[in-house]
């Protein structure tokens, strides 16, 4: 379809200054140039409603909406007489159930295609790690000894259901947490039953009349919240690699620059894994490699975006285009034959553009279609139907493209597929696997302590930049930094995710990244898979040496470019679980204000983490260098005590 011409914008801001992903400056030029608005452009002519981004306004009944003011929070109250404080706590309570929602729906339908797979309903897919498998049974007292595998997970299935549907008691990953965490959620009484009763308690309570106190209202934030964390997500990726693999480390591409002009390009963008596995069966498929040879294309690339990109990438290391803030840009490149995509974080914009460039999009997931855009409903029982569709479509395109190709050149190699089962051996070596190594490098000063650098893109900050320069000044202080969601493909552009980069970190890092050859940036995966660094982080505590809760630990986290509620979920689980998590962008909490105190501040005092803002990575880095060395003296670490290092001939020497 030919492009239409808008008229011109004034006052365009430099694509430099919206981005620093070179490709998606160059696509988002040609857009411009093409009369094509993509999100940069859109947020710039959309101005944040401040009284919104401040969470200052109420619109839970028709006696309002009623409008506070953030400069002067306590200077009235809303028709029914709430306060800011209980304005903005039930927003912060809906944010997170929404956000919770999202990853616990999620898993809740990883939970049934097991179970389908394992009763036989469902033929394409079959469990892939059974060593997973048994492995997390144990952990939760299922039998596994000379048991049949389908026995097995069959009482798997029906355990980790519980997650989502128990009405009473702790959901079954809460003995994972180490015991002086439990014991602090138990005293403040936050102690999580199944996702779906909090996540409907959350809604409950922020209805019109209901909880009207912020300090009870934050017991149901962080239930809910981990509830997902401890729930939800964690069930999500523990399925997701019995299914379909436990990552390990390979290497892989990432960058606009993995597209090619001579082949049949297919983007795949969402969150679960299982389309895009099926997906990978289809372009593999002979019969349609041949259709698209007879089409005039050297083959079929398939290619991920987003999360689902990263799930891909990093058990099979499926080249990634990029990140949230590049999906539209990507479809400007002219080259992208068939976009599909399921679930979250997919821009209803997409359809304009796509319409624009000739790319056929195809939403696939009944739960989010899209006006306009062409569905192929995805069936798991037959999920071939879909994929081979959604192929034999890109081939049509591609014999038919009739508008300019410009793909950018960049492409950047890494290392991804860090699990946290990974980093057991990585540092401990197969017979000495354990984080050991891990804690005994932080004992002895070497790497300072962990950060969680993870989240979104957003265009109201520069895309990528506050993601780079804070993981750059984090290493350069030897923290160890580990990554999911959007902000692991920033580093990735920025070759941030080699073992080269250790030549980036401060000396005692880079002598650990250089004596076990891994980057000093460790790709986690999707933003479901946040979950691996709660379990790192309890893995920490039990090897011994940093504390007895995840609260003692050095460790900070951050998303320094958040844009979705299931961000604030994150954030939120973190916090519950002892971290020290700061947010970029701007928060939806009035400073000054009783909530904000309690967030930024008293949570910490009972035990847990607590909230932290500011938009500028330099001062976000400093937060978090703070806080890591304000843990470490609390452990007696400030001394600097050495430690014999385990590099790779004494490891080699434990294995011999
Ligand atoms: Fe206004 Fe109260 Fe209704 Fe909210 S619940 S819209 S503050 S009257
Ligand atoms: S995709 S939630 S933009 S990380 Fe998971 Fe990226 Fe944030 Fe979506």
Redesign the pocket.
């Known amino acids: 379809m030919a492009i239409e011409k808008k008229e011109a914008k004034k006052e365009l801001i430099k694509p430099q200054d919206l981005t620093i992903c070179e490709s998606t400056q160059e696509m988002l030029a040609k857009a411009r140039k093409d009369g094509v608005e993509i999100s940069f452009d859109r947020a710039v002519a959309m101005k944040a409603c401040p009284i919104g981004a401040k969470s200052a306004c ?9 409008r506070l003011n953030a400069n002067d929070p306590y200077g009235k ?6 306060t800011i404080d ?2 903005q706590s039930r927003n912060f309570g809906r944010m997170v159930a929404t956000g919770s929602a999202a990853h616990t729906d999620h898993g809740m339908e990883m939970v049934k295609l097991f179970r389908n797979v394992v009763e036989g309903r469902i033929k394409d897919y079959e469990i892939k790690d059974t060593e997973k498998l048994f492995e997390v049974a144990e952990e939760l007292g299922i039998a596994t000894k000379d048991r049949e595998v389908t026995a097995i997970a069959r009482d798997l299935a029906n355990e980790l259901e519980k997650t989502y549907t128990q009405v009473e008691g702790e959901l079954p990953f809460i003995k994972r947490a180490p015991k002086a965490t439990q014991e602090t959620w138990r005293k403040a009484g936050v102690v999580p039953r199944g996702a779906m009763r909090e996540i409907m308690e959350m809604m409950h309570r922020t209805h ?2 209901m909880d009207q106190d912020y300090e009870n209202i934050i017991k149901q934030i962080s239930r809910t919240a981990l509830s997902d964390g401890w729930g939800g997500s964690m069930v999500s990726t523990e399925i997701s690699d019995i299914l379909f693999g436990t990552p390990k480390p390979v290497q892989a591409e990432v960058n606009m620059g993995v597209l090619k002009e001579d082949q049949v390009n297919i983007i795949v963008h969402g969150h679960e894994p299982n389309m895009f596995d099926s997906m990978l069966a289809s372009v593999s498929d002979p019969k349609l490699i041949a259709a698209a040879k007879a089409a005039g294309a050297k083959g079929i690339n398939l290619v991920g975006m987003c999360c689902s990109g990263l799930e891909m990438l990093s058990r099979h290391g499926v080249p990634h285009a990029g990140n949230f803030m590049s999906t539209e840009a990507v479809l400007v490149t002219g080259a992208v034959d068939a976009m599909a995509v399921d679930v979250q974080c997919i821009k209803q914009g997409l359809g304009k553009v796509a319409e624009c460039y000739g790319t056929r999009l195809f939403t696939t997931n009944p739960r989010a279609h899209i006006e306009g855009v062409t569905h192929i409903e995805f069936e798991e029982d037959d999920p071939r139907d879909c994929t081979d569709l959604v192929v034999e479509m890109a081939i049509k395109r591609f014999a038919g493209r009739d508008v300019p190709v410009q793909i950018p050149k960049q492409k950047n190699i890494g290392v991804h597929g860090f699990s946290h089962e990974y980093i057991n051996y990585m540092l401990g070596g197969t017979f000495r696997g354990s984080y050991t190594p891990l804690n005994e490098n932080i004992i002895n000063g070497r790497i300072r302590g962990v950060a969680g650098v993870v989240g979104c893109t957003n265009p109201r900050v520069k895309q990528d930049w506050v993601h780079v320069e804070l993981v750059k000044e984090l290493i350069k202080n030897d923290v160890l930094v580990v990554q999911t969601g959007c902000s692991q493909v920033s580093l990735a552009k920025a070759g941030l995710l080699t073992p080269e980069a250790a030549a980036l970190a401060g000396p005692g890092l880079r002598e650990v990244c250089e004596a076990v050859g891994m980057p000093p940036v460790l790709g986690l995966g999707a933003c479901v898979d946040n979950s691996r660094i709660l379990i790192a982080c309890s893995e920490m505590v039990k090897a011994g040496g940093l504390g007895e809760s995840i609260a003692d630990l050095p460790v900070a986290g951050a998303a320094p470019e958040y844009m979705s509620e299931k961000a604030i979920a994150i954030g939120q689980y973190f916090v519950a679980s002892g971290v020290y998590t700061i947010f970029g962008v701007t928060f939806p909490i009035v400073e000054g204000t009783k909530f904000h105190e309690l967030m930024f501040k008293r949570l910490e005092e009972q035990g847990m983490g607590k909230w932290g803002f500011t938009p500028d990575p330099y001062e976000m880095a400093r937060l978090m260098i703070d806080h890591i060395n304000k843990k470490r003296a609390a452990l007696g670490l400030d001394k600097g005590r050495e430690r014999v290092l385990v590099d790779m001939a004494a490891r080699r020497a434990v294995e011999a």
Do not use: D, E, R, S
Not at 77 to 82: P, S
């Open positions: 109420c619109k839970h009944c028709f006696m309002g909406p009623c109250v809303g028709v029914c007489g709430a209980t304005i019109m009349g």
